[in-house]
């Protein structure tokens, strides 16, 4: 089976540096996806790390590292429109079906 | 743009009744799938789609039933719905040609049984 740890909410001002972390347990996977969910909308798709390191995408980065069972979602000056819950989720062997973590809701205040 | 679409935004059914989600993807995607929604628990998946006929058993499969008769339709089916079945249902899609890994998601169906 598996599993992803997230914590659970994060408050920070317009303009700061936010991390999101993701742990997880999982016999094997393609790789770490992050989407992102607006409330009340559909989650959309932000970036995936197939390999170990940082994935770089404007003012978003995601991080992996497979011998640590560990990534993370790195959010570069925050703007009001970021508040939003972030999933990650590993795409499993197999089937590549995507296994997701419980969510962490950023909340951007000005 | 891939296209999720779901057949209804709200949807309001009693105990007991049989429901029918529907959801259709323009993308000509192999791989459909359907999740349920709940505060503190994530996204968890109910079951997904291979190809036309071919079905799966995700994580929470109990209570519910799929079909997809066409590529482009899932649908998914409460038997005999119950109050404990009221949530967001979000159905997604994906395809096989690289890059294989993003999902496209429709909008959701707020699902309350009462």
């Known amino acids: 089976g598996q599993s992803l740890e997230q914590p659970s909410e994060v408050t920070a001002v317009e303009g700061a540096i936010v991390q999101i972390n993701c742990t997880y347990q999982?016999?094997?996977?393609?790789?770490l996806s992050w989407y992102q969910q607006h409330d009340g909308g559909a989650p959309t798709f932000l970036s995936y790390?197939?390999?170990?390191g940082l994935e770089e995408t404007g003012r978003f980065s995601s991080f992996l590292s497979r011998s640590d069972s560990y990534g993370y979602l790195l959010l570069q000056e925050l703007q009001m429109k970021d508040s939003a819950s972030y999933f990650c989720?590993?795409?499993?062997?197999?089937?590549?079906?995507?296994?997701f973590g419980k969510g962490n809701q950023v909340v951007v205040i000005p | 743009d891939v296209k999720v679409t779901q057949s209804s935004r709200y949807l309001v059914k009693r105990t007991g009744e049989k429901v029918f989600l529907e959801c259709v993807q323009d993308?000509?995607?192999?791989?459909m799938f359907w999740y349920r929604q709940d505060p503190g628990l994530g996204l968890r998946l109910i079951y997904f789609?291979?190809?036309?006929?071919?079905?799966e058993k995700g994580d929470i499969p109990e209570g519910y039933s799929v079909s997809r008769e066409k590529k482009e339709r899932f649908s998914l089916i409460l038997e005999s719905a119950s109050t404990n079945q009221t949530s967001m249902y979000l159905c997604?899609?994906?395809?096989?040609?690289?890059?294989?890994?993003?999902?496209?998601f429709g909008p959701g169906t707020r699902l309350t049984v009462t």
């Open positions: 989720a590993v795409n499993l062997y197999g089937n590549n079906r995507l296994a």
């Open positions: 993308m000509d995607h192999e791989n």
């Open positions: 789609s291979y190809d036309v006929k071919m079905k």
């Open positions: 997604a899609s994906r395809g096989t040609s690289e890059p294989t890994y993003e999902q496209y």
């Open positions: 790390n197939a390999l170990d």
């Open positions: 999982t016999s094997g996977f393609y790789g």
